[in-house]
């Protein structure tokens, strides 16, 4: 069974101040790792895709790598519009994807 | 594109009654999902179709729960009868391929 635990479930940050967002994962055969944002009340907004280890990509802000085991969501100089909850998730076998719980990020102005 | 359209947005139900909830995939995207978020357990996968087809339900958490995808622009999630432990919010999600694409959810409370 996939499995994906992300760390920590929430990180307060004051604005400028970078960090990362660790997901780590089991899965048999990784398809595809995917990073989503979700802002309250609204449904999870895709981020990144994530092929191979090694792999990395860069959105404004906020830049997503992997390894066999684990990928991070590094955030440079964050503002206080990137406070929202950081959804990890994989692509084993067949088509569903199994979610993390997230990581609640807020940044402080 | 409009998205992926989900209605009604609030759903506040009597214990008993029963509860239908509506997603719109976006046109073109082949699979169609229905997650179930709460805060104790995070983002859960109760069913998902391919090409209108049920391919995986084993997240369908009880018998109440049925779901149907009459055509490739509609799918419906039912619960009957509504308990309070139903009470989340419900996503549908279409894709093709892996890009997921939500819509903005129906928040489900059952008094």
């Known amino acids: 069974e996939d499995q994906v635990t992300q760390s920590p479930e929430a990180l307060r940050l004051q604005e400028g101040e970078s960090s990362s967002l660790n997901c780590s994962y089991t899965v048999s055969g990784l398809r595809g790792l995917f990073w989503y944002r979700q802002d309250p009340g609204k449904g999870p907004e895709f981020l990144f895709t994530l092929y191979s280890a090694g792999e990395e990509k860069e959105k404004e802000r906020l830049k997503a790598t992997l390894t066999k085991k684990e990928s991070f969501l590094h955030i440079t100089a964050p503002k206080p519009e990137d406070s929202a909850t950081y959804l990890c998730?994989?692509?084993?076998?067949?088509?569903?994807?199994?979610f993390g719980e997230g990581t609640q990020l807020t940044v402080n102005p | 594109d409009a998205g992926v359209i989900q209605s009604p947005r609030h759903e506040v139900t009597e214990m008993g009654q029963e509860v239908t909830l509506r997603c719109k995939p976006i046109?073109?995207?082949?699979?169609l999902f229905w997650y179930r978020q709460t805060m104790m357990r995070g983002l859960e996968l109760l069913i998902y179709f391919n090409n209108n087809v049920p391919i995986d339900d084993s997240g369908m958490p009880e018998d109440r729960f049925s779901a149907k995808m009459p055509n490739a622009s509609f799918s419906t999630l039912k619960i009957q009868p509504s308990e309070p432990r139903d009470s989340a919010v419900y996503f549908c999600?279409?894709?093709f391929g892996y890009g997921y694409t939500f819509g903005s959810g129906t928040r489900l409370t059952v008094v």
């Open positions: 999600a279409s894709s």
């Open positions: 046109s073109g995207h082949d699979y």
């Open positions: 998730a994989v692509a084993g076998s067949g088509s569903r994807l199994t």
